[in-house]
DNA sequence: CCCAGCATGTAAGAGGTTACATGATTGC
DNA sequence: GCAATCATGTAACCTCTTACATGCTGGG
């Protein structure tokens, strides 16, 4: 149930419309979680619903009138819960991983494309985000920056290693390439 | 749909049964994939009717028979097909993250525990993969020692990522714990 | 005139979680 | 006798994904 904590932090920080808020969900949100436009309605309306949020109708301007969301004191108090709140890390659940292992009843090459496009996809995020961190966490940095700093750095980190062990991983690929024999079990 | 993909490389590696499968996904392939027994046993049906996988019914030695589980052919090609077919690294969701950015708006001190039992989990796991690293995969590897040995590579990686990011994320929440304002925005 | 962007949603189905349900065997 | 382990499942519920549906405004 934590896409509508997502959402409170994300009102929090700029009171908003749903369609804003998919579209960050794309973006910077999106880079530690991710939520279609659809769910978000679907929460939004249920947190008006439980008195966490409120909404502003702006009629007129838009062809479906635009609501502007934000936190109400209820909402505050539930967030402010569940921030105290243990969570344990949630389990992984990786395909990659479990392809490579299923790899060994196949034959490993076909894995390569995979990994390349794992590798580019690491990549590109991880050059977003150093983009980021110059242009948005030089200097001091007040508590909210401190703490989205944070947040931006375990994507960094996160990153730099799936590229390193990309690499690894294709190499160790390529150094099956040379023997020919297609399966451990035919 | 990948937890059918996961049971048909686990089956590969070792006939079992879906209570066995069950046990395994608490521990070594729990590591990167995660089930529930329930889930395994429905996945389990849907595959045997599909032809993915055939039963050996073993009667008489427990309670409800026992049914040993083993990949036919169409199984195996499904899961060939599914190796080669490209699939998008997946995007996080990582409620920690959540609740950095909403200590902003809360008295970040109250994160302090959940951070230190994220410690504490991933220091456990690291150790735990360190083990088996030394345990297992020492030595010359054949083909499908190497693809495991890689993927408990990617998750003491991981570990270690986590572990120091969670060692700085808590030195920045103590260096706010000097000055006593409780909100950024009252 | 058409397309991109803004803005709202509904509905069906797949996947996942939590709780419930049963029953034999083995070791203490 | 009792608890743990082996072994199978059902049912209710929630979440998430994918597809569908509508309609205005502004720029080229």
Chains 1, 2 share one sequence.
Request: charged content about 25%; overall charge neutral.
């Amino acid at each position: 149930m934590a896409l509508d904590h997502a959402l409170l932090v994300s009102l929090l920080e700029k009171p908003s419309s749903g369609y804003e808020l998919a579209r960050r969900f794309d973006r910077s949100i999106g880079y530690f979680w991710h939520a279609t436009h659809q769910q978000i309605y679907k929460v939004l309306a249920r947190m008006e619903e439980a008195g966490w949020i409120v909404a502003e109708v702006q009629a007129g301007a838009t062809a479906p009138d635009r609501k502007e969301y934000s936190v109400a004191a209820p909402g505050r108090a539930e967030l402010s819960r569940w921030l105290a709140a243990p969570t344990d890390p949630e389990g992984t659940r990786d395909a990659l991983m479990v392809k490579l292992r299923g790899a060994a009843f196949d034959d490993p090459a076909r894995l390569l494309p995979e990994l390349e496009h794992h590798r580019a996809t690491h990549a590109n995020r991880l050059t977003a985000y150093r983009i980021i961190e110059t242009r948005d966490f030089a200097g001091t940095l007040d508590r909210q920056r401190a703490l989205q700093y944070m947040v931006l750095k375990s994507g960094i980190r996160f990153e730099q290693g799936w590229l390193e062990w990309c690499e690894e991983a294709l190499e160790v690929l390529r150094s099956f390439g040379q023997d020919q024999s297609r399966r451990t079990t035919p």
